[in-house]
């Protein structure tokens, strides 16, 4: 079946624009993750999903960053007012619970460059 | 919190043995994961280790030592395409269960 995917791959922004990421899960995973990737560093968590719910936003670094997933599918990564520090692969992951010996399936990720 | 440790970098040959090592301090433990990266690619799973012992994939094993907080992948027969980034991350206990990552270990498998 289709795995995770991310629009758009690539994304070069203007430091004070606006971005938006997408995610699209593996149909039916109930559990959604924004990670955060900086070049030779592992992934870092931003944000957990259960279905619609936003249940951890502790990774978020500011308040410019904002994530949703209003039906419990498709999530949206929003960030305000990019700044360079912002410039890092984004990478999504979903599950079919998030519990137990769960495996979180990861997409290609966005690569965002702010200049 | 959690704390994952592995080395940066690792080179071996090609057809040689590998053993990328990781030690973790966590306040609660739930499992630990193996990923491969490539360059430029999303992670991709390797293997799930929550109880002791070695768990054996094909060319890959991985190694769990829960009193010492340790952790291994072992990687046999190595081929040029195993060329990648390893990351071994920790799950915690509670909760949904969230998942730590470690920084990774890039391997560079040479003829």
């Known amino acids: 079946g289709a795995g995770v995917s991310q629009s758009p791959r690539y994304k070069v922004a203007k430091r004070g624009q606006d971005v938006a990421l997408r995610c699209d899960p593996i149909?039916?995973?109930?559990?959604l993750f924004w990670y955060q990737q900086a070049l030779g560093q592992g992934p870092e968590f931003l944000t957990y999903f259960q279905n619609e719910a936003q249940l951890d936003k502790s990774g978020l670094p500011s308040d410019r960053f904002f994530a949703e997933r209003p039906e419990g599918s498709v999530s949206t990564l929003k960030i305000q007012r990019t700044q360079q520090e912002d410039s890092a692969v984004y990478l999504c992951?979903?599950?079919?619970w998030g519990q137990g010996t769960d495996t979180q399936y990861f997409g290609p990720g966005t690569r965002l460059t702010v200049l | 919190g959690q704390n994952i440790d592995q080395p940066t970098e690792m080179t071996a040959t090609e057809g040689a043995i590998v053993q990328i090592n990781c030690t973790y301090q966590t306040s609660g433990f739930n499992g630990l994961f193996w990923y491969q990266q490539h360059a430029g690619e999303a992670p991709t799973f390797l293997s799930y280790?929550?109880?002791?012992g070695l768990e054996e994939k094909g060319r890959f094993s991985s190694f769990l030592s829960r009193s010492k907080g340790y952790s291994y992948l072992l990687l046999k027969e190595l081929q040029m395409k195993d060329s990648a980034s390893y990351l071994c991350a920790v799950r915690a206990s509670g909760g949904y269960q969230k998942v730590t990552f470690g920084t990774g270990t890039k391997l560079q498998v040479i003829p």
């Open positions: 992951a979903s599950s079919e």
């Open positions: 280790n929550v109880l002791d």
């Open positions: 149909s039916g995973h109930v559990s």
